[in-house]
Each structure stands twice: as C-alpha cells, then as structure tokens.
C-alpha cells in the first residue's frame, strides 16, 4: 500500500499569493494513498527540508511529491533531502505550482482548483515509481584535443600539466594554427612567434601529450567516459622516426616555385617541405601533387641528398584507433574567400591583399623579411587604405555576425605599417569600431592619435587601378562627402568564417552547429564550454570567431572540464533509461532504427546448449540518454523508459 | 448552461523546450488561461498516441502535443518522429469521428515563454468554441445502456 506525504510550499508570497496552500494540503489529505499532507512558508530551506526527512521517517513513506517551483529548479535538492531520510531519490516527484501556475495566473480559485489536480496527478504519477540506481560507467583518463592552434594547445598542456594523458591531432604539419602566421599580437605588439613557438614546443616533449600531425580525425563512436575514435594519419612519404628536420631534402628539391599556404601566397615553397621554419615538429612532407617524383616518374633528389635514409614513396595512409574518456574540438577558423567582393578586385589587382597576407609581410620571418612591400612591383608603398567588416556584418554576402576581430588587427596593421614606413599614410574605412577588451579602446586610440591613422567612416564602392596606383572610391558618412583615395596597397580585413568542413567534421563528432557552421556549445551563456553531446567539449574560434585571449580563456577552461571528468574513476549518471522486457521483445529492430544515439544492440538469447533462440533488442545504458523515442515505436510494449513508464503516465493522465 | 464552458486541455510536453519555456512564461509573469494541464516527458519522441486516448478518455477537451522546434531536440530528432506520428495518428482520429482540431501540435523553445502564453490562450478559445468533447463519455454510457430494439 502507497503511503505518499505532500508537502506543499509557499514560497513565501510567490505560490501562496494565488495558490490556496492550507487548502490545498487538506485536499491532498484526502486522496487514497496520502498519509501526511502540509505546507510550510519555504520548504527548500532547511526547516522545511527537515519537515520532509521527519515525515519520511515517522510515516515510513514510500513517495513523496514536493508542490513547488519548477523541478528543473529544486528536484535535485528534494531528490537529496529523500535521500538522506533513506528514501531513493527517485521516489521523489515535483509538481510544479509556481512557474506553471501560481505566476501565470490571478483568480485564486482558478489557480487553487489547478494546483490540487497538479499535485493530485503528481501523486498518482509517483504510486508507480519504482527504485532506481544510479548508472555507474568507467572513464577512460585519456583526453582527445582536435586542432593545434592555440586553443588545443593550451587545452593539452592544461591537461597534461595536471597528470592526465592527452593526444592532439592536428591535420597540418605542424602546430601553431593561425597564430603562427601573425606578424605582432594586440593590444601589447608583441610577437606572435614569441609567445607562440615555445608554448609548440613544450607541448611537442610533455610526456603525456602524444602529438599526432598530418592527421585527422575519421570516426567517432561510443559515449563520454568511453570514445572510440580512429584517426588517418596521412603518409608524409618522410619516415618521422628517421628525419632529423636538417633540410637538406627542402634545399635541394628542384620544385620551387609553389606558392606558400603557409605565407598565404606571397612566398614560394619546394614540394618536399615544411611550412615555416619553426614547425614543430620541425619534420617535413612531400606535396604530392607538385612533387616531380609523383609526377613524372623521375627525380628522387630528396631521397638521394637524405643522409639517414628516411624518404619512402611508397608510404601509406595509417589509422590508429584511440580509446579516450573526452573529446575537445580545437578546429578553429578560417578566412573568408574574397570572390563575393569583386568590385574589390582581389585575385585581379595585386596590391589588394587580405589581412592575412598583411601579417606574412609584416612578419620578421615572412617572405618579405618583415618588409611592407607591394606584391606587384616591390615598392614600399607611401599611401594604404584598410578596409573593415570584408563580408563581415553584411547580409548580402552571406554574413550577418561581427568578425570580432577586424577592428583591432586592423589598428594593428596601421600601427605596424607606420612603424615600418614612417612617412606613410594609412586610412581605414570602417563601419563602427568595435573595441571592447582589456586595453583595445586605448589601442586604437593610439592607432589614430599616435600613428596617425586617418579612420573614415563608410564604406568602398569601388577599387581601379590608375597610373601604378588603385583609385579607391568610398563615402564619408561622417561628413557626408564621397571620398577619392589613391593607394599605393589596399588591405581587406576579409571575415573569419567556419572552417569549410565544419558541418561535416560537426557531424562525424556528433555535434551541433549554427547556420554559420560554428560549432554549438549547449548553453550560449551558462555552458558555453560543453556541447550537447557529453563529454566533447570546444575551445577557440571553431564555436565563433575569438582573439587570442578569448581562445587561450576557452582552452583552458575546456580543459578544466576534462579534469572535473577525469578525477572520479566512474561516472555517475541519471538512470533514466531505456529497458527491455526480453520476454515480449520480438526484435522487429523498429527501436533500433530509431534511436538517435545507436544505444539499442541486437543481443542473442541461448539455450543451455548454446542454441540460438531469438534476438532481441538490448540498450547499452552508457548510450542511452532516455529520450523514449523507441518506447513509443515499440510495437509490442516492450520497452518502458524508467522513471517515465507508461503506468506513471497513465496514472498521471488519470490524476487529472 | 449559466455558467460559460471552461475547457480542459491536457498538453504533453519535452522537458527541454516546450516545458522549459512553460517555465519561462512563468518567471516573467505572463498570464494564461488556467484551462492547460502538463504532462512533462523527456522528449516529444516519448508521446505515444495511448496517452492522447488516455487524456480524451478522461474528459480532456483539447490536447496539446509541444516539443523543440525542428533541428534543435536535445535528442537530436525526437521531435521528428513525434511530429510523423502525431500527423498519422491525428487523421486517425478524424476518421473515427474526433474532430482533429482538437489536438494541436506546436514548437515552443524554451526561450518563447510568449509564444507557450498565446498558444494556450488561442487554444482555450478555438476548444471553447467546439464545446465539450462528449462523444467519448456517450459511448461509454451506450455501451452500459444498450439501445432499445
């Protein structure tokens, strides 16, 4: 026999203001099944709390149901309260009087009338609650980071740093990501490769990190605490075991005139190569598609001049398969094509460059030496024109979000221009500028103060090219006059955009993603770290476009994430899962088609004499995340979802 | 009748969304017609068309079946298999002689708590206006009385 006790709160004036407690706790009095009914002022506070575990006690209940805010606010706390008087949590139910009915309505009577059917079904509903058991499932300590730009970087070494096992993967040939490429870092100037190259390198010998480059990730399968992840480790055709990174091979490559990716294509490379010269590792690859050898047929010249021997044209892709307990995504950005902007003319003119190719030249180790230089003619050019939001904030093309960052690498490179051409002059054509961050504002203020850096508000109509220099033809809103500049180079501050794989690498890691293709995190305010998808985690520009600070912020976040996971031998989850009756189950596999999260396996049933005697289905609770969508499928009523049966339902329908 | 109809309606709703943004109308104080009673469920994919039976059998008037809006389930796509039977099951009813405008489906995010409000709202006056549901208690009472030959 039930023996249910009510305990119905006021929240001091929220709920009892409409709802009729006193009432209502006589009313519930009695319903069959009720033993104990009252109400108290705040039943979360710890007198009230202390009313529930007395009563627990003294009336040996076997249910109770707490009529107060809504239980995605204090289910937890009356779920532990029960616990502690010795009754399983999860014979505790919340009826929900505040946020769905007490605020939501004014005629007492109306709302009195409601809350005692709220609660009355409530009780009905947890007469057929069952004892449920937490579900216990083993971690793996082992963290997966995708992308070694910054964000993956400080995630590992955050990871690693703290005693736990870490492999990065990232799909180029060495670490470093975006912020490799930078020239100088603001708001302080300084140097990117500075701060950045020790950080690759002490990430490459930490002991825990196990560094996989030139390699990306294929699959993704199993659940937090239990990832299976197989990753393609794309053949170098160099052995990295035997390479010592002394270039000779990159020295003598006869190929040399491919252009950069690395240097955005303001420099050359060989096809034997390493991006820069501060790779880490510092181990080269043959290109393919531009090797001579691959080609033709005939060179070798690598494999000849290689003292230890370690050239192999005849390398394979590898797959290695990882087992790990949590999974960040590091995969960051990339910069936007700048095709939507023809009346710019890049790819046609080339003294329009991006902002990216700006950094290359502005670099010390850049092709330029550190030199602004025009691609065309090599001239150090006298006047520069910077144009903000390139896609950015433009529906038109595409775009409607801030790039975030534009505004102040932007003030950035007219500082480092004037630095470097101290006579030159530089205009910037912005829509607004946006500096919100520690020191930015002051940043391009001194963009403007103290290098002179002539800030135009609006936009360019069009860019053509007269007499050696490219007219460019904008509006001052400010002043309200159209604007003629002559520009000896034009530099677009082209939008930071989704890397182009994005939605396809989203959904191999079974993660959402926004109409952007930046990846979702599960709350944008309260979890912006997680994904919906437990154990996955993200960090940096792969969730929208950050700066440095920002993704470096994220990283470690991300990681101290991994390690509140990692520091229990066993995770505890919620047991609200499905369940199969193997006896009616007649395995039509209709659950198992439908279930999202691959949790339903098909589970032989054998005699004694191992004789095969029916399959049914099966659900791994490590997958399930108990959405019920295959209790509803079930043709034969063969799976019920705990804690949601549909005995609980049916009385909860019925206590209406 | 001197007193006007109050309907009851009877909504099953996910947890996540429609239940979230129940919630949400309540924290910013919106007000509704106190005619809607909720069944929370942890997806709409959980709402098996027994329990709109079970809910018209008990005397609800309209039903309200609510969950995330396409793309955003929290189970990735629970709402698409509730949306796919509910379309099915629903002609169903109409065939056997339940008006189908009594059983409504809606997306309600847990950030609409206004669109939760007015949803109840307009619903509360489309089933005011049908009346009673009566057929099902009719049928109950025939059986127990049979006609007279």
């Given at each position: 026999m039930a023996r249910i006790g009510v305990f119905i709160c006021h929240c001091g004036e929220n709920i009892a203001a409409t709802v009729d407690c006193p009432k209502s706790a006589a009313a519930l009095a009695e319903h069959p099944g009720v033993v104990v009914s009252m109400d108290y002022k705040y039943m979360c506070s710890d007198p009230g709390q202390e009313m529930i575990r007395k009563a627990i006690r003294e009336h040996k209940l076997t249910g109770v149901v707490v009529a107060a805010c809504s239980p995605r606010m204090h289910e937890t706390t009356f779920r532990r309260a029960c616990a502690e008087a010795g009754l399983n949590p999860y014979l505790c139910e919340i009826a929900n009087v505040r946020e769905q009915c007490s605020w939501v309505h004014s005629d007492r009577e109306k709302a009195t009338q409601k809350a005692i059917e709220i609660i009355r079904s409530m009780v009905e509903k947890v007469k057929r609650n069952s004892e449920l058991q937490p579900i216990h499932v083993p971690v793996t300590r082992r963290a997966l980071v995708i992308g070694g730009g910054i964000a993956g970087i400080q995630t590992a070494l955050d990871i690693a740093n703290a005693g736990q096992e870490v492999v990065l993967v990232e799909r180029d040939l060495s670490l470093g990501g975006h912020m490799a490429q930078l020239s100088e870092t603001f708001p302080t100037l300084d140097c990117s490769q500075c701060i950045l190259t020790p950080r690759m390198v002490e990430a490459a010998q930490n002991p825990k990190i196990k560094l996989l480059t030139y390699a990306e990730v294929e699959s993704v399968s199993g659940f937090i605490g239990n990832f299976k992840v197989k990753v393609r480790l794309k053949s170098r055709y160099v052995d990295i075991k035997k390479c010592t990174g002394c270039g000779a091979c990159w020295t003598k490559c006869p190929a040399r005139k491919i252009p950069s990716e690395f240097d955005c294509g303001l420099g050359n490379r060989t096809a034997i190569y390493t991006p820069f010269p501060q790779a880490v590792p510092n181990k080269p690859a043959i290109d393919r598609n531009n090797c001579i050898y691959f080609q033709k047929g005939k060179c070798g010249a690598c494999a000849k001049i290689c003292p230890t021997q370690?050239?192999?044209?005849?390398m394979k892709d590898e797959f290695v398969e990882l087992d790990v307990g949590a999974i960040v995504v590091a995969t960051g950005f990339q910069v936007q094509d700048t095709d939507v902007y023809g009346e710019y003319g890049y790819g046609k003119y080339p003294d329009v460059i991006t902002g990216l190719q700006f950094e290359r030249m502005a670099s010390a180790s850049g092709p330029t030496g550190g030199k602004i230089l025009r691609p065309s003619d090599g001239k150090e050019p006298q006047t520069v024109v910077f144009i903000q939001c390139v896609g950015s904030r433009d529906p038109s093309k595409g775009l409607r979000y801030c790039s975030k960052i534009c505004c102040m690498y932007t003030a950035k490179h007219t500082m480092l221009y004037r630095h470097k051409v101290h006579h030159g002059e530089s205009y910037v054509f912005y829509m607004d500028i946006r500096a919100a961050g520690k020191g930015y504002d002051e940043f391009t203020r001194r963009a403007i103060e103290e290098d002179h850096a002539c800030y135009v508000r609006g936009r360019v109509s069009k860019i053509y090219p007269q007499d050696g220099k490219l007219i460019v033809r904008g509006v001052d809103t400010l002043l309200g006059k159209p604007m003629e500049i002559a520009a000896d180079m034009v530099v677009l501050a082209t939008a930071a955009v989704a890397q182009a794989d994005a939605k396809s690498f989203a959904q191999i890691v079974g993660i959402g993603y926004d109409e952007n293709g930046f990846l979702n995190e599960a709350h944008p305010k309260l979890r912006p770290v997680e994904t919906a998808t437990a154990g996955v985690f993200l960090a940096g520009a792969c969730q929208a476009p950050k700066d440095i600070p920002d993704s470096v912020a994220q990283g470690s976040a991300a990681a101290s994430k991994v390690l509140a996971l990692f520091s229990k031998d066993e995770l505890e989850r919620e047991p609200v899962i499905a369940k199969v009756n193997e006896i009616t189950c007649a395995g039509c596999w209709a659950c198992y088609l439908a279930c999202p999260f691959k949790a339903i396996e098909k589970k032989e049933i054998r005699d004694r004499a191992g004789k095969l005697i029916k399959r049914v289905a099966y659900v791994n609770p490590g997958l399930c995340q108990g959405c019920g969508t295959c209790v509803a499928l079930c043709r034969s009523n063969s799976i019920d979802l705990e804690g949601f049966t549909e005995k609980q339902i049916f009385a909860e329908v019925m206590g209406l | 009748m001197s007193e006007e109809f109050e309907p009851k309606i009877i909504a099953f709703v996910c947890t996540y969304c429609t239940y979230a943004g129940a919630d949400l109308a309540g924290t910013s104080r919106l007000k509704y017609a106190p005619n809607v009673r909720m069944i929370r469920l942890p997806?709409?994919?959980?709402?098996?068309p027994m329990f709109i039976l079970k809910a018209l059998q008990k005397g609800a008037d309209g039903i309200l079946v609510s969950g995330c809006h396409p793309g955003d389930c929290h189970f990735t796509h629970g709402n698409f298999h509730a949306r796919r039977r509910w379309t099915v099951f629903r002609s169903l009813l109409n065939f056997v002689g339940?008006?189908?405008?009594?059983v409504w489906f809606s997306w309600i995010s847990a950030a609409e708590g206004n669109k939760f409000a007015e949803t109840i709202n307009k619903m509360t006056e489309e089933i005011r206006k049908l009346g009673p549901f009566k057929q099902y208690q009719q049928l109950i009472e025939e059986m127990e009385t049979p006609a007279k030959v």
């Open positions: 370690a050239i192999d044209y005849q | 997806c709409t994919g959980r709402i098996s339940i008006p189908q405008e009594r």
